[in-house]
């Protein structure tokens, strides 16, 4: 019989936000009624454009698509300012993640995140046989800001992958630009991994020209998230070609299909639905903000720049899981913080930005909790 290595003997999955067919079928809540918060969806949906392509080329599903994603990239470079040979597509952000574990980091050496984290950066580390740090000493736990001085305490000189998420994820903090620079000047012998997948809630064009001017940067990023296209799972990379080249080594042949290129080179051209998901999530961010100072028992983290946020349980009597489930009881879902993020700890949730009707019920249900 054949075993798994030593990473895969005891593997620990992903956890995603509940599905609302799902809460709506154990709690017998009305569809409608539910307020799913626990997966970063954009609220009005996916891109009308990309929607409309998709659908345009369904007549041709027995064709193969470009093996490379050609068309997705040539318009990813043209819009961000890039050469195609500088851009690599996946089946969403996280196969890039995948491809840039098994490319850059050999087994026994040792990738850098913070803590907590986008899961995922962990997990496929460990099921690839590499030692994921997670710099939990790094992360204020009331502001949840990045210490980067601590966080540049923590490479080795077996680090071979750094990450930076901005904003972070589960917190929506920011890194100025500056203290960005700092990291990548500071892991001159290592990739480092800049995961922009919110950076349209930070208001900003994110950081994704610094690739121009460093040799050991890769910027990913997403079209699940402002773009609404979770379900077609399209992701990007931009680094210098020597990277890109390294990563289409080990990338799949055909890993994306036909309709997510047009979907996503489509998607692309649809400023009107980014700019109208990005006015949503920040007018409601701003607006949640205030809904919570009517709580005691539970503090909502400042400063996120992103379609998230999370909110400190105060309350000693009580803790994430069984606030997660009153919670459900009540028709919203959200994250636990205890069993969605690996260091953050029962105190904490991790809850989306949303319609304002969706966070009133979050605010509603929180406050109706024994």
């Not at 979907?263 to 205030?290: F, K, P, Q, S």
Request: hydrophobic share 40%; proline share 5%; aromatic share 8%.
């Amino acid at each position: 019989m054949r075993h798994a290595h030593a990473g895969l003997e005891t593997p620990e999955y992903y956890v995603p936000g509940l599905s609302a067919d799902y809460v709506a079928q154990r709690y017998g809540i009305p569809l409608a009624d539910i307020a799913k918060l626990g997966s970063a969806e954009n609220p009005h949906g996916a891109s009308p454009l990309a929607t409309e392509a998709v659908r345009e080329y369904l007549g041709a599903l027995h064709l193969y698509p470009s093996w490379t994603a050609d068309p997705l990239r040539e318009k990813i470079a043209v819009t961000y300012g890039f050469d195609p040979s500088e851009v690599i597509c996946g089946a969403g952000e996280t196969e890039i993640l995948s491809l840039i574990t098994r490319a850059f980091c050999a087994p026994g050496n040792k990738i850098q995140m913070p803590g907590p984290c986008f899961p995922i950066y962990h997990l496929f580390a460990e099921a690839e046989g590499r030692i994921p740090v997670l710099v939990h000493s790094a992360t204020n736990r009331q502001s949840m800001a990045l210490d980067v001085d601590a966080y540049l305490e923590a490479v080795e000189p077996n680090t071979r992958i750094v990450y930076i998420t901005n904003p972070h994820s589960p917190s929506g903090t920011w890194l100025e630009e500056a203290e960005v620079r700092r990291i990548i000047d500071a892991s001159a012998d290592a990739l480092v991994v800049l995961d922009e997948a919110y950076v349209h809630y930070s208001e900003t064009s994110g950081y994704i020209h610094l690739v121009h001017e460093y040799e050991n940067l890769a910027v990913l990023r997403t079209f699940s998230k402002a773009y609404g296209l979770a379900g077609l799972r399209i992701g990007f990379g931009v680094a210098s070609q020597p990277i890109i080249d390294t990563l289409m080594a080990v990338k799949p042949t055909w890993n994306l299909g036909q309709l997510q290129i047009v979907g996503g080179v489509a998607a692309l051209n649809d400023h009107e639905h980014v700019a109208r998901t990005v006015r949503t999530i920040v007018e409601n961010r701003d607006y949640v903000e205030r809904r919570f100072e009517e709580l005691d028992r539970f503090r909502m983290v400042r400063g996120s720049r992103s379609n998230f946020f999370l909110v400190e349980i105060l309350d000693l009597d009580t803790d994430s899981t069984k606030v997660f489930e009153g919670l459900l009881e009540r028709g919203v879902v959200v994250k636990d913080g205890s069993v969605s993020f690996r260091g953050l700890d029962d105190r904490f949730l991790r809850c989306d930005v949303n319609l304002q009707i969706h966070m009133d019920r979050l605010v509603d249900a929180l406050n109706d909790l024994p």
